[in-house]
């Protein structure tokens, strides 16, 4: 299965909050799951990643929490913002076959950070 | 800094034009893709390309058609546009066995 499931589709979080978002997959051939930030009129840019052998990855505000055996992980942002707001895609990078490496991208989740 | 460039921000073209969508990088990158982008259905794969003159199918190949001449440059052909195919175009790039995709800032196209 190729499949990376993202949810929530959108979320709205107040100033400070914390925003959550998870992503679960199928295949155990993935070997790196990176978030990607896009703002409105911008393409995607590579936010943060992880790798399999790893259950937490801290970047500032933001840290993916990973968990192998459930084949989920997620996205966490700290003290949320409003410049926070933006389109998040996780993904999983697929290293097998005629796609090795590519990435299998989730659906998004739109994310407004009321003030 | 590294680049992905796509020639048009906003394009509108009639009912059976023939569509070019242009990307160029200049990070020397192997790979190539082609994505669309639409609310609620997240990025769709169209083609990629590996190498030069190589192409792959993506998700959702059909009503497009892809050329790579030269390493650099990677154009989506909409062969006889329609207005399903009204959308936000990404191109990317990555390095062959690198991770990261480095993403154009889209092109989109309204079909009317």
């Known amino acids: 299965q190729q499949q990376v499931k993202q949810s929530p589709q959108s979320l709205i979080v107040q100033k400070g909050g914390i925003s959550i978002i998870n992503c679960a997959y199928e295949?155990?051939?993935?070997?790196?799951f990176p978030w990607y930030q896009q703002f409105p009129g911008k393409g995607p840019a590579l936010l943060i990643a992880?790798?399999?052998?790893?259950s937490e990855k801290k970047e500032g505000r933001f840290t993916i929490s990973f968990n192998k055996s459930a084949k989920q992980f997620s996205l966490h942002i700290m003290d949320s913002q409003p410049g926070d707001s933006a389109t998040y895609f996780c993904?999983?990078?697929?290293?097998?076959?005629?796609?090795?490496?590519?990435?299998?991208f989730g659906k998004g989740t739109k994310l407004s950070v009321k003030p | 800094d590294v680049k992905v460039t796509q020639s048009s921000r906003y394009l509108v073209k009639r009912t059976g034009e023939k569509v070019f969508l242009e990307c160029v990088q200049d990070?020397?990158?192997?790979?190539m893709f082609w994505y669309r982008q639409d609310p609620g259905l997240g990025l769709r794969l169209i083609y990629f390309s590996y190498d030069v003159k190589m192409k792959e199918k993506g998700d959702i190949p059909e009503g497009y058609s892809v050329s790579r001449e030269k390493k650099e440059r990677f154009s989506l052909i909409l062969e006889s546009a329609s207005t399903n195919q009204t959308s936000m175009y990404l191109c990317a790039s990555r390095p062959t066995g690198g991770y990261g995709y480095t993403f154009g800032s889209g092109t989109r196209l309204t079909v009317v």
């Open positions: 295949n155990t051939a993935f070997d790196y």
């Open positions: 993904a999983a990078r697929a290293n097998y076959g005629g796609s090795q490496g590519n990435l299998i």
């Open positions: 992880i790798r399999p052998d790893v």
């Open positions: 990070m020397d990158h192997e790979n």
